[in-house]
């Protein structure tokens, strides 16, 4: 049996609609990706007047109902996406939110479980890869129903920047980053092909993309949402979409391979942590997930960046009193 039920009306609720959840909220509503989309968030206010306003969007985009709502709405929803969270301040990293984080966290996954919610979260909130970890310990949900956005908007990101390098849309470059959704994520270049052709075989007619390029091009991507957010305070387009992405996968079935933050079992030497690998997902949430076999500066870099994490994690856990 699927977890999102089968039949043609899908429903997703929002939890937290800050500049995260409102992006998100829309870029659903542009491309009609549900017919029902729920806010949930202690403004109330916020919600109806969001609700109100992308509603506005409908008659140019697709029949949708958007509303207020609260917890007990999640019952029958197919997906419930939290964005919900203290936003990282300037000067703040991803990891420094951990405990405020996971405390909101507590507060929103009982009352959607208590509500007899049946589908996938979809964790977006920072820090994402532990938030989802929690989201999991804390809802008793199988792991293949709880999964975190995870590295799908650096990997956009690395999309970009190398398109920009080399003068072609991103959409042509098939590459990942991997790891934590934060400051010790990497760029799988071993792995990265434009046109069929390796990052090495690109390398050879392009002089100019010289190792120490891409290790720029890399920590450029790494270091994207300091940028933005010490220019204008907040990220929410990019991250709002990518989440609409992953739920179009999800509601409308389709085996899409996206990287996500997802519970390893194992997979690169790493077991019991939510962490970003390239992921099979369709209506039942994580249908596989696939180990790309790293080179062996890479397999290091991965194991560095599940070690910060199971350490913050662990710390956070125990601070928090989630078990």
Not at 242 to 257: F, S
Not at 312 to 321: E, I, L, N, P
Request: charged share 20%; net charge negative; aromatic share 6%.
């Amino acid at each position: 049996m699927s977890s999102i039920t089968d039949k043609n009306h899908t429903k997703v609720i929002l939890v937290g609609d800050g500049a995260v959840g409102s992006t998100f909220a829309y870029a659903m509503t542009l491309q009609g990706i549900a017919n029902e989309i729920g806010i949930v968030d202690v403004v109330k206010d916020k919600t109806r007047g969001d609700a109100l306003d992308l509603s506005d969007a409908t008659p140019f985009s697709a029949p949708t109902h958007i509303y207020s709502t609260d917890y007990s709405d999640a019952k029958d929803a197919d997906i419930v996406v939290i964005t919900a969270g203290a936003p990282q301040k300037p000067g703040e990293t991803r990891l420094d939110l951990v405990n405020k984080n996971l405390n909101i966290l507590k507060s929103i996954v009982e009352p959607v479980v208590a509500s007899g919610f049946n589908g996938i979260f979809l964790v977006v909130a920072n820090p994402v890869d532990i938030l989802t970890y929690g989201t999991w310990k804390l809802s008793g949900f199988p792991k293949e129903r709880v999964i975190g956005s995870g590295t799908s908007l650096d990997t956009a990101r690395l999309q970009k920047f190398v398109g920009q390098e080399l003068n072609l849309d991103p959409r042509s470059i098939h590459g990942y980053m991997l790891g934590e959704h934060g400051d010790s994520e990497f760029a799988a270049w071993s792995h990265l092909t434009i046109g069929g052709l390796t990052m090495a075989e690109i390398q050879k007619t392009h002089p100019e993309l010289t190792d120490e390029k891409l290790q720029e091009i890399n920590d450029t991507v790494v270091h994207a949402a300091y940028e933005i957010i010490n220019t204008k305070g907040a990220t929410f387009y990019g991250v709002g979409t990518a989440a609409a992405t992953i739920c179009k996968a999800l509601l409308r079935d389709e085996n899409t391979i996206l990287p996500l933050s997802v519970y390893m079992d194992g997979q690169y030497g790493v077991k019991d942590l939510y962490i970003s690998s390239p992921t099979v997902v369709n209506r039942n949430g994580v249908r596989q997930i696939l180990e790309v076999p790293l080179n062996d500066a890479e397999k290091e870099k991965m194991a560095n960046s599940a070690a910060q994490l199971e350490k913050v994690a662990h710390d956070g856990f125990k601070a928090t009193g989630i078990e």
